[in-house]
């Protein structure tokens, strides 16, 4: 290790510490915080005014690679992740072919390796191609170069409760956790938006809150029959917040996430038909806005996670029942969520950091991120600058894809830099 | 008026009554020898259908030219949309051809509201999905204030009129669009059908509901009987489609249980022996065949408004 990998982060805030300090960064660590942290070779970064974040974890992204290179592909998608602050991102399983072998997701890792833009931990297919009849390969792609942790079929709700369970039991032995989207396939069938007075008035088939609510109530109850880890996806609804509240409240193995849409935009997006709002779990009401935003802040839902899934222009730029689900997320996250909720004071950047960072790392079992940031922690960080003027945002970014739903929108904050074990992936705002 | 028509919700009262109107005073002409009108001429008209709906088209089709315009029938079989080619290409290659209007059908919702992105004409709401048919609406509308009120009728909403609309509203574009105009227009709607046919929203509708339509039927005006599709009962909206004749099928005894004036309507196509008894499509009430001619002269009303023709000649002057 040279001085040159040297960073010397001045004037920076920690959130929970007390005022400003100085971050020192070497050979991939912090080596010391504090307002008399020096060294004499060290490059300086200039932070006054940014506070400092454990280096952001999705559990949630599509990188679409391999199979639709156009919608995104590892490399363009991590440097979406590391312009949004993400210093590691968990790859999900619905590629072509479907992440449900050593050999895929071994594949998927060593991209994220060579992009270097952050971490890419893969997600295994429960079961084999999504089918939701046969139990992938579990134990093999934990023994895998990859060290698959999580397994989720997202995009396809593990409906069978008897396959659900044995998924369940059988990532016991390599502490593994299932990652289950909640969607009862009977109640969704040729759902468009979510059921209630948008759906009704736009005549577009209804997506009943139920449908979600079900199957986590169901997957809570065999989390805690069989004693194993259950983590849902993307919850949407109110109700869902609740069953999540009453789980966690029995010392139930579960945790949560909501995703940054469904913590700020409601269905009444639809209107247009706009299918850039077309999502799943679809978009909600106010209510449930609401409600996710409280139980994000009360810890009920453990974190946020993105849900990043590009789509190449054509597949929405089409009716809304033609058109792909999914929304972009990535590049907007960070901001999104200090607009819902620390700008509403529902959570302060200390909270964000743990919904951001320390959670999902921990729910991932990924070692080396999600640390507090302390001498010794691994040199994972996010400089962001909350006061940065609230400025519209645009679609174009580093991501391959333009589905956002938030373009045109004006959000606060600005991620500054990321440095990934010390290295720095982007500075001033762009990629290095 | 909006440069679109494409749910019933972009007409106010003094749009609606305006459209009644014109086509009023068109219906009148409709009397003379020679029907056509030059107020549309050099204009292009684009019936650009996506579902099979030859009662629609052709009645797009007389209107638009009986106002003399040019119509190019787009029909989606046989086409470059049969090959793959998306609602947005299709609404770039009808921009080049510069198509003043587009009157679409098609089966996704929405489907007309994404096309107004797409293009500069007007662009007419053929029936969108289960989303809204909003000049079937209008011919409706008119329909019942002539048989109602009368042909004198000029500038009169149908306030006070009960209209009970019965049969699959969950997936009906004609209910949609006809709560929404009836009421704009002043008349108490009543929507007759079982739970499973009815949006779980319904309640944030300007109507009221049943679930039976037996208590409804003396005090209703009119009676709108919905197509139900029968293949429904596989889904489980209703057990048979016996059961749905025996509790919401617009039979002669129930119709006896009507005021006197009170009249049927069905938007078409009817299944005779469903949703309505071949005696009552074929009474004096049913108004059936009056809403295909008033659909004609409704629609030439919203082209001609929509597209701004120039004048027509005011009835009694030639």
Same mark, same amino acid.
């Given at each position: 290790?040279?001085?040159?990998?040297?960073?010397?982060?001045?004037?920076?805030?920690?959130?929970? =510490?007390?005022?400003?300090?100085?971050?020192?960064?070497?050979?991939?660590?912090?080596?010391?915080?504090?307002?008399?942290?020096?060294?004499?070779?060290?490059?300086?970064?200039?932070?006054?005014?940014?506070?400092?974040?454990?280096?952001?974890?999705?559990?949630?992204?599509?990188?679409?690679?391999?199979?639709?290179?156009?919608?995104?592909?590892?490399?363009?998608?991590?440097?979406?992740?590391?312009?949004?602050?993400?210093?590691?991102?968990?790859?999900?399983?619905?590629?072509?072919?479907?992440?449900?072998?050593?050999?895929?997701?071994?594949?998927?890792?060593?991209?994220?390796?060579?992009?270097?833009?952050?971490?890419?931990?893969?997600? =295994?297919?429960?079961?084999?191609?999504?089918?939701?009849?046969?139990?992938?390969?579990?134990?093999?792609?934990?023994?895998?170069?990859?060290?698959?942790?999580?397994?989720?079929?997202?995009?396809?709700?593990?409906?069978?409760?008897?396959?659900?369970?044995?998924?369940?039991?059988?990532?016991?032995?390599?502490?593994?956790?299932?990652?289950?989207?909640?969607?009862?396939?009977?109640?969704?069938?040729?759902?468009?938006?979510?059921?209630?007075?948008?759906?009704?008035?736009?005549?577009?088939?209804?997506?009943?809150?139920?449908?979600?609510?079900?199957?986590?109530?169901?997957?809570?109850?065999?989390?805690?029959?069989?004693?194993?880890?259950?983590?849902?996806?993307?919850?949407?609804?109110?109700?869902?917040?609740?069953?999540?509240?009453?789980?966690?409240?029995?010392?139930?193995?579960?945790?949560?996430?909501?995703?940054?849409?469904?913590?700020?935009?409601?269905?009444?997006?639809?209107?247009?038909?706009?299918?850039?709002?077309?999502?799943?779990?679809?978009?909600?009401?106010?209510?449930?806005?609401?409600?996710?935003?409280?139980?994000?802040?009360?810890?009920?839902?453990?974190?946020?996670?993105?849900?990043?899934?590009?789509?190449?222009?054509?597949?929405?730029?089409?009716?809304?029942?033609?058109?792909?689900?999914?929304?972009?997320?990535?590049?907007?996250?960070?901001?999104?969520?200090?607009?819902?909720?620390?700008?509403?004071?529902?959570?302060?950047?200390?909270?964000?950091?743990?919904?951001?960072?320390?959670? $999902?790392?921990?729910?991932?079992?990924?070692?080396?991120?999600?640390?507090?940031?302390?001498?010794?922690?691994?040199?994972?960080?996010?400089?962001?600058?909350?006061?940065? $003027?609230?400025?519209?945002?645009?679609?174009?970014?580093?991501?391959?894809?333009?589905?956002?739903?938030?373009?045109?929108?004006?959000?606060?904050?600005?991620?500054?830099?990321?440095?990934?074990?010390?290295?720095?992936?982007?500075?001033?705002?762009?990629?290095? | 008026?909006?440069?679109?028509?494409?749910?019933?919700?972009?007409?106010? %009262?003094?749009?609606?009554?305006?459209?009644?109107?014109?086509?009023?005073?068109?219906?009148?002409?409709?009397?003379?020898?020679?029907?056509?009108?030059?107020?549309?001429?050099?204009?292009?008209?684009?019936?650009?259908?996506?579902?099979?709906?030859?009662?629609?088209?052709?009645?797009?089709?007389?209107?638009?030219?009986?106002?003399?315009?040019?119509?190019?029938?787009?029909?989606?079989?046989?086409?470059?949309?049969?090959?793959?080619?998306?609602?947005?290409?299709?609404?770039?290659?009808?921009?080049?051809?510069?198509?003043?209007?587009?009157?679409?059908?098609?089966?996704?919702?929405?489907?007309?509201?994404?096309?107004?992105?797409?293009?500069?004409?007007?662009?007419?709401?053929?029936?969108?999905?289960?989303?809204?048919?909003?000049?079937?609406?209008?011919?409706?509308?008119?329909?019942?204030?002539?048989?109602?009120?009368?042909?004198?009728?000029?500038?009169?909403?149908?306030?006070?009129?009960?209209?009970?609309?019965?049969?699959?509203?969950?997936?009906?574009?004609?209910?949609?669009?006809?709560?929404?105009?009836?009421?704009?227009?002043?008349?108490?709607?009543?929507?007759?059908?079982?739970?499973?046919?009815?949006?779980?929203?319904?309640?944030?509708?300007?109507?009221?509901?049943?679930?039976?339509?037996?208590?409804?039927?003396?005090?209703?005006?009119?009676?709108?009987?919905?197509?139900?599709?029968?293949?429904?009962?596989?889904?489980?909206?209703?057990?048979?489609?016996?059961?749905?004749?025996?509790?919401?099928?617009?039979?002669?005894?129930?119709?006896? %249980?009507?005021?006197?004036?009170?009249?049927?309507?069905?938007?078409?196509? !009817?299944?005779?022996?469903?949703?309505?008894?071949?005696?009552?499509?074929?009474?004096?009430?049913?108004?059936?065949?009056?809403?295909?001619?008033?659909?004609?002269?409704?629609? !030439?009303?919203?082209?001609?408004?929509?597209?701004?023709?120039?004048?027509?000649?005011?009835?009694?002057?030639?």
């Amino acid at each position: 290790m040279t001085d040159h990998d040297s960073w010397l982060i001045k004037g920076v805030t920690i959130p929970g =510490g007390e005022g400003p300090t100085s971050l020192l960064l070497g050979g991939g660590s912090i080596t010391d915080i504090g307002p008399n942290a020096e060294h004499p070779d060290a490059r300086t970064l200039d932070a006054d005014g940014l506070i400092a974040l454990p280096g952001l974890v999705d559990l949630h992204t599509h990188l679409r690679e391999p199979g639709r290179e156009d919608a995104e592909t590892v490399q363009t998608g991590t440097a979406a992740a590391a312009l949004g602050g993400f210093t590691a991102v968990h790859a999900m399983a619905n590629t072509d072919p479907v992440a449900d072998t050593a050999g895929v997701v071994e594949q998927v890792w060593r991209l994220g390796r060579a992009a270097g833009h952050c971490d890419v931990q893969p997600v =295994g297919a429960v079961t084999i191609g999504l089918g939701g009849t046969r139990l992938a390969e579990l134990g093999t792609m934990a023994d895998s170069a990859a060290r698959v942790r999580v397994f989720s079929d997202d995009g396809r709700c593990v409906a069978d409760p008897l396959l659900m369970r044995r998924a369940l039991e059988y990532v016991k032995a390599f502490d593994g956790v299932i990652a289950q989207h909640a969607q009862d396939p009977r109640l969704t069938e040729g759902a468009q938006l979510n059921e209630g007075e948008m759906s009704a008035r736009l005549g577009l088939a209804g997506w009943p809150a139920v449908a979600e609510e079900g199957i986590i109530a169901r997957d809570c109850l065999l989390a805690a029959h069989v004693g194993s880890a259950l983590h849902v996806c993307h919850v949407s609804t109110a109700g869902s917040a609740e069953i999540l509240r009453w789980a966690k409240s029995k010392g139930w193995p579960v945790t949560a996430e909501v995703t940054p849409h469904h913590l700020l935009l409601t269905d009444e997006l639809a209107a247009g038909y706009d299918p850039v709002f077309k999502v799943n779990p679809p978009l909600r009401t106010g209510e449930d806005v609401a409600e996710l935003r409280r139980a994000l802040a009360d810890g009920t839902i453990d974190c946020v996670a993105t849900d990043h899934a590009p789509h190449p222009v054509e597949a929405k730029e089409t009716e809304w029942s033609e058109a792909a689900f999914g929304m972009t997320g990535l590049e907007t996250a960070l901001r999104v969520v200090q607009r819902a909720m620390v700008d509403t004071g529902l959570l302060d950047w200390a909270g964000v950091a743990d919904r951001m960072s320390v959670r $999902p790392a921990r729910i991932g079992r990924l070692a080396g991120q999600g640390v507090p940031l302390a001498p010794g922690a691994p040199a994972n960080l996010t400089l962001y600058d909350p006061a940065a $003027p609230a400025e519209a945002v645009t679609p174009a970014g580093a991501s391959k894809s333009r589905n956002t739903p938030f373009a045109g929108l004006e959000l606060p904050g600005r991620v500054v830099a990321t440095f990934l074990r010390g290295v720095p992936t982007v500075l001033d705002g762009k990629l290095t | 008026m909006k440069r679109h028509l494409i749910s019933a919700a972009d007409l106010s %009262r003094a749009d609606a009554l305006l459209i009644l109107d014109t086509a009023e005073e068109l219906a009148q002409l409709a009397d003379r020898p020679i029907k056509k009108l030059p107020t549309l001429r050099g204009r292009t008209v684009v019936n650009l259908f996506y579902e099979d709906s030859t009662r629609t088209r052709i009645s797009f089709e007389a209107a638009a030219k009986r106002l003399s315009a040019d119509v190019i029938n787009f029909s989606a079989k046989g086409s470059s949309v049969a090959k793959g080619e998306s609602l947005k290409d299709t609404a770039l290659t009808l921009e080049a051809m510069g198509a003043d209007a587009v009157v679409i059908r098609h089966g996704a919702s929405g489907a007309a509201h994404r096309l107004a992105g797409w293009v500069r004409g007007s662009v007419l709401n053929a029936g969108d999905g289960t989303h809204e048919h909003p000049t079937q609406a209008l011919l409706d509308a008119f329909t019942i204030r002539r048989r109602l009120k009368g042909p004198q009728a000029r500038g009169a909403g149908l306030d006070g009129l009960r209209v009970t609309i019965v049969g699959d509203v969950l997936h009906s574009r004609v209910a949609r669009s006809n709560v929404l105009l009836l009421s704009t227009l002043g008349a108490e709607v009543t929507l007759a059908a079982p739970p499973t046919l009815l949006p779980l929203a319904v309640g944030s509708w300007p109507c009221a509901v049943s679930y039976e339509l037996d208590s409804e039927l003396p005090k209703s005006d009119v009676v709108m009987m919905l197509r139900v599709q029968q293949e429904r009962m596989n889904a489980a909206y209703f057990p048979s489609v016996r059961e749905y004749s025996r509790r919401y099928g617009l039979d002669a005894e129930r119709m006896a %249980r009507l005021p006197g004036h009170a009249i049927v309507m069905h938007p078409g196509p !009817m299944n005779r022996g469903v949703e309505i008894a071949a005696e009552v499509a074929d009474s004096v009430r049913s108004t059936i065949v009056e809403q295909v001619a008033n659909g004609v002269t409704t629609r !030439m009303a919203v082209l001609y408004l929509l597209l701004g023709g120039t004048e027509f000649p005011a009835t009694g002057e030639a």
